[in-house]
């Protein structure tokens, strides 16, 4: 199975400030052109919510202020110009195989 | 618009079985890849099991052999029969949806919390 790991387990950032997660894979998830993985928002009684798919494209709808980055078994979410609505926990997953894989989990607040 | 309306879950005893259901509207369960995921606080989030679009099944070993994943077309509805249960498949059950082998889960029900002890 592909193992998910993400850093930090947690971040504190102030409004307006940058926040950066990093989720490394065990293995490789890079194929034809193409990095499968996923980030994904959820806040607090609520189901996961898609935000980038690709390793770097915008779901629709999500807030150009999220991107995504890397390639192979490193990948970065970024928050610019962090919001009050932008506290959540943000989990990476692999959908290049089964059984697909989550990442544990980086808690975002506010400083 | 895409919807996914889950039902079932609730208290159940160890060795017990239980019907989760993910009504959809929006988009046809036939056409597009279905899939359940659980979270616990300890584990996060669990993929379980995806039924393809062509009705292939696929599961994580966790469950292999006492969840079975199904869908009725004519109900738009997907369905994981869960069997055996033990106190460590307590969590909450999400269906979620994807278009292709190539994309990822874009839409997901509600959840609804599944409590197995005796």
């Known amino acids: 199975d592909i193992v998910m790991t993400q850093s930090p387990d947690s971040l504190s950032v102030s409004l307006g400030e940058r926040a950066t997660i990093n989720c490394k894979s065990s293995?490789?998830?890079?194929?034809?052109?193409?990095?499968?993985v996923a980030w994904y928002q959820q806040k607090p009684g609520q189901p996961p919510k898609l935000l980038i798919y690709a390793a770097f494209t915008r779901e629709s709808g999500v807030p150009d202020r999220f991107s995504g980055s890397g390639s192979g078994t490193d990948f970065t979410l970024t928050i610019t110009s962090l919001q009050a609505e932008d506290v959540a926990v943000y989990s990476c997953?692999?959908?290049?195989?089964?059984?697909?894989?989550f990442g544990p989990g980086t808690k975002v607040d506010l400083k | 618009e895409v919807q996914l309306v889950q039902t079932g879950g609730g208290l159940i005893r160890p060795g017990g079985s239980l019907r989760l259901s993910c009504a959809a509207s929006?988009?046809?369960?036939?056409?597009?890849?279905m899939n359940w995921v659980r979270q616990t606080p300890g584990k996060g989030l669990e993929w379980l099991s995806v039924l393809y679009s062509g009705g292939s099944t696929y599961y994580a070993d966790s469950v292999q052999g006492r969840f079975t994943i199904s869908r009725d077309t004519s109900k738009n509805t997907l369905y994981l029969q869960m069997n055996t249960l033990r106190a460590e498949d307590t969590a909450v059950y999400y269906c979620?949806?994807?278009?292709?082998?190539?994309?990822?889960?874009?839409?997901w029900g509600q959840g609804t919390l599944v409590t197995v002890s005796s």
């Open positions: 293995q490789s998830v890079f194929y034809h052109s193409k990095n499968y």
């Open positions: 929006g988009f046809s369960v036939s056409n597009n890849y």
């Open positions: 997953q692999q959908y290049y195989g089964t059984p697909f894989t």
């Open positions: 979620a949806k994807s278009v292709d082998a190539d994309s990822t889960f874009d839409s």
